[in-house]
T-cell receptor
Framework: AQKITQTQPGMFVQEKEAVTLDCTYD???????LFWYKQPSSGEMIFLIY??????QNATEGRYSLNFQKARKSANLVISASQLGDSAMYFC????????????FGQGTRLTINP | NAGVTQTPKFQVLKTGQSMTLQCAQD?????MSWYRQDPGMGLRLIHY???????DQGEVPNGYNVSRSTTEDFPLRLLSAAPSQTSVYFC?????????????FGPGTRLLVL
């Protein structure tokens, strides 16, 4: 069974609109972490946001926020006021357990921002 | 700080050749990892290290070796390259404060095995 599921292979959004990228995860651990990365066409992996399983508040970083719904095992990325430069692949990833630095990635969502 | 650096950026190998992908970080991070990314897919963990002298296997370790003699360096060795190892390889280093975590990725090495 997949541990990270991103159900949207591609999304098209108008510039300045908000966009939500879906991510669901599967784990039996009580302690885990959830990450979102952006991969532009140049290929580098850019860290966006992190949410720990014990964090009660949703993580935010500038225009990025993580909508964490623990009971539903959901960790959606919300980008407010999208920009053309947001066009990229977006990956959700999970770290299970404590101290282990092993990430499991979803297959990604290709986001295209239209002017 | 240079962050995480990887060399080479691009490499072409023939089947059966061996090579070492280099990875270095200057952030004094304990944790380092190697991932591969195949077309249209997310990254998959090959090997990781939680400190100098300590390494362990990830999801797809076959055909690769690692060692961690220093905190800064974490080379990945391909013992006998196969076409199935054609991929983009990313090295990452990370830290955890118990509250905040992040993993920093290098720019990647594109490997083509003919």
């Amino acid at each position: 069974a997949q541990k990270i599921t991103q159900t949207q292979p591609g999304m098209f959004v108008q510039e300045k609109e908000a966009v939500t990228l879906d991510c669901t995860y599967d784990t039996s651990d009580q302690s885990y972490g959830l990450f979102w990365y952006k991969q532009p066409s140049s290929g580098e992996m850019i860290f966006l946001i992190y949410q720990g399983s014990y964090d009660e508040q949703n993580a935010t970083e500038g225009r990025y926020s993580l909508n964490f719904q623990k009971a539903r095992k959901s960790a959606n990325l919300v980008i407010s006021a999208s920009q053309l430069g947001d066009s990229a692949m977006y990956f959700c990833a999970m770290r299970e357990g404590q101290g282990a630095q092993k990430l499991v990635f979803g297959q990604g969502t290709r986001l295209t921002i239209n002017p | 700080n240079a962050g995480v650096t990887q060399t080479p950026k691009f490499q072409v190998l023939k089947t059966g050749q061996s090579m070492t992908l280099q990875c270095a970080q200057d952030m004094n991070h304990e944790y380092m990892s190697w991932y591969r990314q195949d077309p249209g897919m997310g990254l998959r963990l090959i090997h990781y290290s939680v400190g100098a002298g300590i390494t362990d296997q990830g999801e797809v370790p076959n055909g690769y070796n690692v060692s961690r003699s220093t905190t800064e360096d974490f080379p990945l060795r391909l013992l006998s390259a196969a076409p199935s190892q054609t991929s983009v390889y990313f090295c990452a280093s990370s830290y955890s404060t118990g509250v905040l975590e992040t993993q920093y990725f290098g720019p990647g090495t594109r490997l083509l095995v003919l």
